[in-house]
């Protein structure tokens, strides 16, 4: 029987160990990253995978680099004869991706080339694509550059933001992989190269690229807000404090007020001037120190008013 090693981390990658497993397939290990402080109390987490993992029985590796040699060597003990990678965060080195007879797999949340790297979800709202897909693929030693085995699209509709979009892509991830592995392990597939010349890159978020440029256009705010939420979430800055901005809304306005400008107050939340003839309306964000909370609630302990700027 197939000696299966899955490695993954967060949450994208449980649905689909859980989907080897109920499949019946040998998931003989799992290699997760190491348990992390977590929350205020900074209480040690183990990752999602590793949860999952432990509910089935099946033993866990937690290498903090897969690289070095001792714990590279605990993986190749396992015996694989095919390594199953989802969200895993790490680039597998060359003797590991050659061991198994069936070679290294890697559920990547894109249609690659597009967004190879850390952050597709996030990237593919941020650039307000209309769709995005799974990719299923051979690894290799550069980062998300091996042969594609199979690909499935999935819409992103204007109301998606990083949380569903991550939850349609990881049961679409789930469903594709499970119609992939038994034409994978029959030698059904005819793996297809990646044209290196239209790859595009999403590196992880940088702590810059959260806060809110209110000159760029009302969609490319808009898109800015939902690529964010709901981690690492967006951020602006109101009389000199730093406010996550949650949730907004586009508004079709005339109003010619500089950039980053309050230009209506009304019941559930304030508008705000972009940089063309789109202002975005907040109704749902998180000052400094408090709370989420509507913006019905915020303007009932706030006095802010038409001219109050953001983002100074």
Not at 8 to 21: A, K, M, N
Not at 175 to 181: A, N, P, V, Y
Not at 203 to 226: F, P
Not at 271 to 295: C, R, Y
Request: with cysteine.
């Amino acid at each position: 029987m197939t000696r299966i090693v899955f490695m993954g981390t967060p949450d994208f990658s449980v649905p689909v160990l859980r989907r080897l497993v109920d499949e019946g397939y040998n998931v003989v290990g799992v290699v997760t990253q190491p348990d992390r402080p977590k929350g205020r109390k900074k209480e040690l987490t183990p990752p999602p995978v590793k949860t999952e993992a432990l509910k089935h029985g099946i033993e866990v590796l937690q290498p903090e680099k897969i690289r070095h040699q001792k714990d590279l060597d605990q993986v190749l003990a396992l015996k694989p004869d095919l390594v199953v990678t989802a969200a895993f965060g790490q680039i597998l080195p060359n003797e590991l991706l050659e061991a198994p007879k069936h070679g290294c797999i890697n559920v990547h949340a894109s249609l690659l080339p597009e967004l190879r790297g850390g952050a597709p979800i996030h990237y593919s709202i941020l650039q307000g694509k209309e769709k995005t897909g799974i990719t299923i693929m051979y690894m290799a030693e550069k980062l998300d550059a091996g042969d594609i085995l199979t690909q499935a699209e999935v819409v992103i509709t204007e109301e998606d933001n990083v949380g569903t979009l991550h939850d349609k892509l990881s049961k679409a991830g789930t469903e594709l992989l499970s119609e992939t592995l038994p034409m994978l392990l029959e030698g059904k597939l005819k793996p297809i190269k990646q044209n290196d010349s239209k790859a595009t890159f999403a590196s992880n978020i940088k702590r810059e690229q959260e806060k809110i440029d209110w000159t760029r256009t009302g969609e490319e705010i808009y898109n800015h807000i939902r690529g964010l939420n709901p981690w690492p979430v967006a951020f602006t800055t109101l009389e000199g404090q730093t406010v996550k901005i949650w949730r907004g809304e586009k508004i079709k306005s005339s109003n010619p007020s500089e950039p980053g400008t309050v230009i209506g107050v009304d019941s559930d939340g304030f508008v705000v001037a972009s940089g063309n003839g789109t202002a975005i309306k907040i109704v749902e964000l998180q000052p400094s120190g408090k709370k989420k909370m509507s913006g019905e609630d915020f303007l009932r302990g706030s006095q802010i008013t038409p001219g109050t700027k953001l983002g100074e």
